[in-house]
């Protein structure tokens, strides 16, 4: 593993040859090929759990008979009425309230600890490791509640599906610990772009995972899907334990303090706790806390709706243009692609080329989805709703440079606090807004459905104008050097 300034000296080359080139872009890669490990088989994963859970309140639960349940699975229509399917998917729905409790509370908390943990120590790899963990002790209990199929109801496959990922952190913990990583290992100036590049790994992950779910779970089946992805996160954690190695700051440098032991029983030191919120609210230098308190506003703000949007755009689009499962599902690959161009070409032109400060190249992204969020609202054909979503396209760009803008407000040495309040705001955001946009939707649905799309664009308004203030604060630290 190499130093940060061993990075800088790689990318200060010049490669004259291709084979240098593409030698001097793999030695910087490092947790990039994780998010494939990770990412690719969690999603891959999700529509086999969702069938489970139906089949499992279909026959277990409400005990339906088989060619009911044979309907509603091969989706045919003269098999079943609609007030069994209504029943099954609010069987079904119900679960998911409290599952998503789970899911947001747990790792909020896991999360207060394992940040500082994580920088007084030097150990992102654990924490990597965790998640991953997590998942293969879910995956064997998927195994068990379709073997034991009649003999555990639906509400075990949810508590199999919830408890590991969420006492090991998930996806929270996982995202925060490889961007602590990238920030620690890589400098100032190529961090916007190496941040850019593990989101885009991760969304092209979602893009293939989601495009082979469904067809490799009819090919496979629940047993096939299952030990698919267990062998694949069993890869990932190998790929941790192996490859990754941790980054050699300078506070990793100095002499170790405490033995492994010592580092392991320091997980439980409730200090953490108080060390993180203290680092919310350190006093800095250049108006850097009432900076960094603005970053986390502009994370909700961005975070949110997009998470509110994702709750209700399948009954939003369901509804508008009478569409399928199949005609959505196309639909949300095509948005995926458009998101990782979104992603790559504002990083290419605007960060790298151009040297746009991160604050200017979020705010043209902003009034993208600004007039997005209209064109969508007031969409009355499907071709109304694309052009506001190729008009959206670039809107991952926010998510990247809100990111790379805390980053540059500490030091390395406290890049686990800040990503682990990061990914705290990212657990509990859930809770609030995918409350509010539902409840707007279905207070709405009888007159205006896509009023919840003007919801998200007016909070464009004010996230622009915060990005303008932390571009002022910036110039002015310009103009004092």
């Not at 099954?88 to 679960?95: C, T």
């Not at 600890?113 to 998927?142: C, Q, Y």
Request: with cysteine; glycine share 6%; charged share 15%.
């Amino acid at each position: 593993m190499e130093t940060i300034s061993s990075i800088e000296q790689v990318e200060a080359r010049r490669p004259v040859t291709i084979c240098k080139r593409v030698r001097s872009v793999l030695a910087l890669v490092t947790v990039e090929p994780l998010m494939l490990f990770f990412v690719f088989p969690s999603t891959l994963l999700t529509l086999s759990v969702v069938n489970l859970n139906l089949e499992k309140a279909c026959r277990v639960n409400l005990q339906f008979n088989g060619s009911v349940c044979d309907g509603l699975s091969k989706r045919n229509v003269s098999m079943y009425s609609s007030e069994q399917e209504n029943m099954v998917q609010k069987m079904v729905a119900d679960m998911n309230v409290w599952k998503t409790v789970i899911q947001s509370v747990f790792p909020s908390c896991l999360l207060l600890v394992l940040g500082t943990w994580s920088d007084k120590h030097n150990r992102r790899k654990p924490l990597m490791a965790l998640p991953i963990i997590g998942e293969i002790i879910t995956i064997t209990g998927f195994i068990l509640c379709t073997y034991f199929f009649y003999e555990l109801p639906m509400e075990v496959t949810g508590l199999v599906e919830t408890i590991p990922t969420a006492t090991t952190g998930g996806w929270y913990v996982m995202f925060m610990a490889v961007y602590s990583y990238v920030g620690s290992i890589s400098t100032v100036k190529s961090r916007t772009v190496r941040i850019g590049a593990l989101k885009t790994c991760a969304t092209g992950s979602i893009m293939i995972g989601a495009g082979f779910s469904g067809v490799l779970y009819r090919v496979l089946g629940l047993y096939g899907m299952f030990s698919t992805t267990l062998l694949i996160f069993i890869a990932g954690l190998v790929y941790t334990v192996v490859v990754i190695n941790e980054s050699k700051t300078e506070a990793a440098l100095r002499p170790a303090s405490t033995s492994k032991c010592e580092s392991c029983k320091d997980l439980f030191n409730c200090e953490h706790i108080k060390s993180t919120f203290l680092f919310a609210f350190k006093r800095r230098e250049k108006n850097r806390r009432a900076r960094m308190f603005v970053t986390f506003l502009l994370l909700t703000l961005t975070f949110g709706p997009l998470q509110g949007e994702g709750s209700v755009v399948y009954l939003f689009i369901r509804k508008q243009f009478k569409w399928s499962e199949m005609e959505f599902s196309i639909l949300y690959s095509a948005k995926i692609i458009l998101h990782i161009l979104g992603s790559a070409l504002p990083l290419a032109i605007f960060s790298k080329y151009l040297k746009m400060d991160d604050t200017i190249i979020a705010i043209i992204c902003y009034i993208g989805k600004f007039v997005s969020g209209f064109l969508c609202a007031f969409s009355t054909t499907p071709i109304v709703y694309c052009i506001g979503m190729v008009m959206e396209m670039f809107s991952p760009t926010t998510f990247i440079a809100v990111r790379s803008i805390g980053t540059k407000l500490v030091s390395v040495e406290e890049q686990g606090k800040l990503n682990a309040l990061f990914a705290i705001f990212e657990a509990l955001i859930p809770l609030a807004f995918v409350s509010m946009y539902n409840v707007v939707y279905r207070t709405t649905i009888d007159f205006f459905p896509g009023t919840f799309y003007i919801v998200s664009s007016m909070t464009c308004i004010p996230t622009m104008l915060l990005l303008g203030w932390l571009y002022n604060q910036q110039k002015h630290d310009i103009e004092e050097a």
